[in-house]
């Protein structure tokens, strides 16, 4: 089944209040750039994500429109009342050539705005992803989350997501220079 940009994705009623996920296009891309700087600014203690630049929201506009642009990857947008609440993106990744599968869903950029959480907002939007990734004849879904965030282990714990890697970090310049 084709997957036109501007389709709805159906309504899911995990919640009291109906979802409507729906695939973001450019004309979105105001709501894109919100809720994905505001998941940045969810961590602003992160040694990755907390290093937020000054213009990062000027160098998102292009960085986001070349991304809604792509027929590699969805942007997803949930709605309650008519008011975008969440947002999800899948890309269609190459995996390594020595490895099964040869391509995968790599699910990023997930955020609900606070007053919609725990209403089944992500669950919705990961719903819409898991049929893209289907349509795409993709069979794994793959994502990285904060380290501690007791919101996100929570939810990628509930939602079937196992742990099966961890990243680390640490700074090349030694200590006391
Ligand atoms: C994490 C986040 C996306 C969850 O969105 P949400 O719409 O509230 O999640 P849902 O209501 O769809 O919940 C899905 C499942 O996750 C679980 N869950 C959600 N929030 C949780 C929390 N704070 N603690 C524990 N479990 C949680 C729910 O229990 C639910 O499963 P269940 O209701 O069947 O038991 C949201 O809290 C958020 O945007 N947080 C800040 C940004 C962030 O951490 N993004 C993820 C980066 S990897």
Same mark, same amino acid.
């Given at each position: 089944m084709s997957w036109p940009k501007t389709a709805d994705t159906g309504v899911a009623k995990a919640s009291a209040m109906p &979802? #409507? %996920?729906r695939q973001a296009t450019t004309r979105d891309l105001e709501?894109?750039?919100? !809720? =994905?700087?505001? !998941?940045?600014l969810e961590h +602003?203690?992160?040694p990755v994500y907390g290093r937020l630049r000054p213009d990062a929201t000027e160098r998102a506009r292009e960085l986001y429109t070349v991304q809604l642009r792509s027929t590699l990857e969805a942007i997803f947008l949930a709605e309650m009342s008519n008011e975008v609440v969440g947002i999800l993106r899948c890309v269609d990744s190459a995996g390594s050539p020595l490895l099964e599968p040869a391509r995968y869903g790599y &699910? *990023? *950029?997930v955020f609900v705005? +606070?007053?919609?959480?725990? #209403?089944?907002? !992500?669950r919705a939007l990961l719903c819409a992803a898991e049929q893209w990734s289907t349509e795409r004849d993709l069979d794994? !879904?793959?994502l990285h989350n904060v380290s501690g965030s007791p919101q996100a282990e929570g939810a990628w714990s509930a939602l079937g997501f196992d742990v099966?890697?961890?990243?680390r970090v =640490? *700074? %090349?310049k030694p200590e006391g220079r």
């Open positions: &979802i #409507r %996920v709501h894109v750039i919100a !809720l =994905r700087v505001a !998941l940045l +602003p203690d992160h &699910i *990023s *950029s705005k +606070p007053a919609a959480r725990r #209403r089944g907002v !992500l794994q !879904l793959r099966v890697e961890h990243v =640490r *700074s %090349v």
